[in-house]
């Protein structure tokens, strides 16, 4: 990636802040927002901004839309008076009434709180031209093109339309008008001194990049709450995710109640790193997570880690370990790729068969990952053949088996790349060309868990440093030579061998989180360093609001106050 000097992007700015000065003047406010053009340059340490008063624009939205044109006048301003209406226009749209009804609850219960205004939710039968308010419309006459995440929304004097395909698109529509609000919207609280409620005028025309925008929380290193693991739902529902991957099981525990198998619960949950308690989630709790998860249209994708990272379920069930391989327990360190499940024999795949039809009885989603990464102790022969098996119980209980890019041998059908050494991405490439899709997850861009920077109190460091430029600055079509079609998506993990707090988790996610989001979400055209920093730097107003920690990185110009 060339990294220009600090001279040249100066001069750089100079010439953007001049041609969007021209621009402006040229044609008034009525201006598409620029949003064109490949930009890789790091520019300069962030200086103060200044933030422009009045209603936010819509070059405030992360990811950025796929277009955003301001309009004149005074915006929509909420008031005593505003409504949430849902409009239900003809009969394949009534059966989703409800669903339409719950997101315009959701979005009137985050603009309650700060505001402390009524604002009902009614339903109307058919669209009033003219009717003031908020308003979600199912218009399933929309082009195809805007697919099921996709919106409209459009912001006058008299108030917000909403429309989508489907009540996810209107959802995603909602979480772009919370950032076309000013930034205590997100506060939890009533807002003394509150500024005026404005929506600048505008009309954004937006929809995703790729189908698979996700983020993993590792629950075993560190066991996190169901009260926990929905407070990073929140964050990643912000910024249009649309997978939670959860971690749930790993050398230092088992994370989810399994109930033919009850000791990899009484002994695999009791412990993790540093030898604190554990936890884990009953089916209730799981099922508690996949529906709040549902209602923010995030999909669970849950991973059970096999054969390697298996000393939890070893500590547990002593008869599958024939390689010896299990270290005491509670094991309480953090070193990996020492354990692994015995790769033949009936009891194993008896096993794995128990736990499978556990998961995917309780799983709504299509997805159900098994892991597959750094394992030792076993020929790579045993190893193929040992994911052949674990995948084929995957599918016949009617879920896709997803794996580690280490899984290609094994016929995975979808392949999450995170590690290239070793010749792993040409197998993986090689799995891709015959037919194999992919979520990309590359180690030194998307690991949340790397430092920032050498020195940083939280992480690890051994894929590198990831400051926001690295995990923004880089194109996941062509990272790899994959055969055009084959990349699904993209997804951040965050494993937690060092983090044991959900403030830990926001200093990690927060600012790289959205960088991850606008790869996956926002067209590459769009795509631009100088750009999209300007943009996130007004998130933080957004996160002191709502409460959520994060790391304030130089890189970024986050506005002087
Ligand atoms: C590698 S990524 C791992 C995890 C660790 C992580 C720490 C992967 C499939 N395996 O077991 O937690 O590095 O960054």
Redesign the pocket.
């Known amino acids: 990636m060339p990294i220009r000097t600090a001279g040249r992007s100066a001069r750089a700015r100079r010439v953007l802040v001049l041609a969007v000065v021209l621009l402006l003047a040229a044609v008034g406010f009525g201006v598409r927002q620029a949003i064109g053009g490949e930009d890789t340059d790091r520019g300069g340490a962030g200086g103060a901004a200044a933030v422009p008063a009045g209603p936010r624009t819509a070059d405030r939205i992360v990811p950025v839309p796929l277009s955003a044109t301001a309009g004149s006048g005074p915006g929509y301003r909420l008031s005593e008076r505003t409504v949430v209406r849902t409009v239900a226009g003809n009969e394949a749209v009534e059966r989703q009434a409800g669903e339409v009804r719950r997101v315009a609850e959701q979005l009137a219960e985050v603009l309650r709180r700060p505001t402390g205004l009524p604002l009902p939710v009614t339903a109307e039968a058919s669209a009033a031209a003219g009717a003031e308010g908020i308003s979600l419309l199912l218009d399933p006459a929309l082009p195809e093109e805007t697919g099921t995440e996709g919106y409209r929304l459009a912001a006058d004097a008299t108030g917000v339309r909403i429309t989508a395909r489907t009540p996810e698109g209107l959802f995603r529509g909602t979480q772009t008008l919370r950032q076309l609000l000013p930034p205590q919207i997100e506060s939890p609280r009533p807002v003394t001194g509150a500024p005026e409620w404005t929506v600048a005028p505008v009309t954004v025309e937006d929809r995703p990049r790729y189908g698979y925008r996700g983020a993993m929380l590792?629950v075993t290193?560190h066991f996190f709450t169901p009260d926990e693991v929905k407070g990073f739902i929140d964050r990643l529902a912000l910024y249009k995710l649309n997978h939670l991957h959860l971690h749930l099981s790993?050398d230092q525990g088992w994370r989810i109640e399994v109930p033919s198998r009850p000791s990899l619960t009484t002994v695999g949950a009791v412990s993790e790193v540093d030898g604190t308690p554990g936890g884990f989630y009953t089916a209730a709790d799981y099922q508690e997570i996949v529906r709040y998860a549902q209602q923010r249209y995030l999909t669970v994708v849950p991973e059970i880690d096999l054969p390697g990272?298996s000393n939890a379920i070893l500590a547990s069930y002593p008869e599958l370990d024939c390689t010896k391989s299990a270290r005491p327990w509670p094991y309480t360190g953090i070193e990996?790729g020492f354990s692994t499940l015995c790769p033949t024999g009936d009891a194993v795949f008896s096993f794995t068969q128990d736990v499978i039809t556990e998961l995917a009885r309780i799983t709504p989603g299509p997805y159900l990952h098994i892991g597959g990464?750094?394992v030792k102790n076993i020929s790579p022969a045993e190893y193929a053949e040992f994911v052949k098996r674990v995948n084929a119980q995957v599918i016949a209980a009617g879920k896709t088996p997803v794996g580690?890019n280490q899984t290609a041998p094994g016929g995975v059908g979808v392949l999450q790349f995170?590690?290239g050494r070793s010749g792993r991405d040409a197998e993986l490439v090689e799995a891709a060309d015959r037919g194999a899709k992919v979520i990309m997850s590359p180690?030194g861009r998307t690991?949340l868990?790397m430092k920032y920077e050498r020195g940083y109190p939280l992480g690890?460091v051994?894929?590198g440093t990831i400051d926001v430029w690295t995990a923004y600055s880089w194109d996941p079509d062509t990272l790899l030579p994959l055969p055009d079609g084959s990349v699904l998506g993209v997804e951040a993990?965050l494993?937690t061998?060092t983090l044991d707090t959900p403030e830990e988790l926001d200093l990690m996610l927060l600012p790289r989180l959205p960088a991850l989001a606008e790869l996956g979400w926002s067209s590459k055209e769009s795509h631009s360093w100088e750009r999209f920093k300007s943009r996130l730097a007004e998130e933080g107003a957004r996160w002191e609001a709502a409460g959520y920690r994060y790391e304030k990185r130089e890189e970024v110009p986050w506005p002087a106050r």
Do not use: K, T
């Open positions: 590792d290193r790993d990272h990996v990464d750094e580690w995170w590690d180690s690991y868990d690890l051994w894929a993990p494993w061998e």
